[in-house]
């Protein structure tokens, strides 16, 4: 079809008009990790830690969270630099980051904030250091975190250290501290994968500090493909967690919109959830908490159906093997209800693709169990060798823009 010039000059004129007025920025999510608890009070320290993104941008914003405060919660300065070693920055990479203009910002109960945009190149697969300082006359009151971070942070008791290059750490932590994501912008088209789980998406078993997790293999098997190097990767993963009722951390139903739906620029969401539910079975004794496969099955339809609301797409992945793991969280009835859970998962169309993760890391001659070699030694989550073959059992073509 033809369009005439008044059309093609009244389209030139509008594209115009919107450079003119400065188009918004396109924010992805590069790296989440994603609120699960109350932690200790912070109260006039410092706190340091690493985050390795995904995907790069010549802008970049965090997120704070007050989720399970108690309180308004004050914070401030905050520092993003590039993460050197250990507890160290690269000298000539700090950058302090802004909220509203201001170096302070009071994030309400329950809420959560995003920092000003930052000019600033982040590479694919770097490493990031952030650091904020909680400063004395708040509220006594425990700070959020994301409990099982698989990866250490630093705290330092004797005031602002946020700008040190060399971090004077006074204590570590294995939990992660306030922040929950980083967004990028820049010129290319990007979009983000949210891998939303349990404790085997979160990294359990995995080497500490070392990046790991499937979804951070994920991220490197995607940046590795010119095509599809533009994708972010969000986990989402909290140990754990349930479909259906709350462990650790809000179950899926409740912080689905949070944790997957509304996360910048997502697109597609890999879905790996289930085991706990079946394995919590196991321990419970009202009746009320001994879930079924069907409302497993049931959970899993609001979550897809939620998803295709917001025209997200939605993969889900088999249940992994966990045989070995120990009675009463492994069980013939529970692996029953897995196995029930994986047939629907494989056979029934409801989702918009498949991961066989069941089939990537199970012992063909003991398919109750995973290999040997992918097993981190419980019996139910993989180490870093299983996170990589889970990794690569995921069809990249389901990422195809």
Do not use: C
């Amino acid at each position: 079809m033809r369009l005439s010039k008044p059309i093609i000059a009244f389209a030139l004129s509008s594209f115009i008009a919107a450079a003119a007025a400065g188009a918004s920025p396109h924010w992805v999510d590069t790296w989440s990790g994603v609120p699960d608890s109350p932690g200790p009070l912070l109260k006039a320290q410092s706190v340091r830690e690493f985050a390795r993104v995904s995907v790069g941008g010549d802008s970049v914003r965090i997120r704070l969270s007050n989720l399970f405060g108690s309180a308004p919660l004050t914070v401030g300065p905050v520092h993003l630099a590039v993460h050197a070693s250990g507890t160290s920055i690269v000298p000539g990479s700090d950058h302090t980051l802004l909220f509203d203009g201001k170096p302070t910002i009071t994030i309400a109960k329950g809420d959560s904030v995003w920092s000003d945009p930052l000019p600033m190149t982040v590479q694919p697969l770097q490493e990031l250091a952030v650091s904020f300082y909680v400063p004395p006359g708040n509220v006594d009151g425990p700070a959020t975190v994301h409990r099982n971070a698989i990866a250490t942070s630093y705290i330092n008791e004797t005031g602002d250290a946020t700008a040190a290059v060399q971090f004077p750490a006074d204590e570590n932590s294995g939990s992660r501290f306030l922040l929950t994501d980083i967004a990028v912008s820049g010129p290319a088209a990007r979009q983000t994968v949210v891998t939303f789980g349990d404790s085997i998406t979160e990294g359990v078993g995995s080497k500490q500090d070392a990046n790991q997790r499937w979804p951070d293999q994920l991220a490197a098997r995607l940046h590795a493909d010119p095509k599809l190097a533009a994708i972010g990767v969000a986990n989402a993963g909290i140990g754990g967690n349930r479909i259906l009722h709350d462990d650790f951390g809000p179950n899926a139903l409740s912080r689905f919109d949070r944790d997957a739906l509304d996360k910048p620029g997502v697109h597609w969401i890999l879905l790996l959830e289930g085991i706990n539910d079946i394995g919590g079975s196991g321990w419970a004794i009202a009746a009320k908490d001994k879930i079924s496969a069907q409302q497993i099955i049931d959970g899993m339809k609001t979550l897809i159906a939620r998803a295709h609301t917001r025209h997200i797409k939605i993969y889900g992945a088999t249940l992994t093997p966990y045989g070995g793991n120990g009675w009463p969280y492994h069980s013939v009835a529970g692996e029953q209800a897995r196995e029930a859970v994986n047939s629907w998962i494989r056979s029934s169309g409801a989702f918009d693709g498949v991961i066989d993760f069941d089939r990537a890391i199970r012992d063909p001659a003991h398919p109750l169990q995973m290999q040997a070699a992918y097993d981190s030694g419980d019996h139910l989550h993989p180490n870093g060798a299983g996170y990589q073959a889970m990794a690569n059992a995921i069809d990249l073509k389901l990422f195809t823009p």
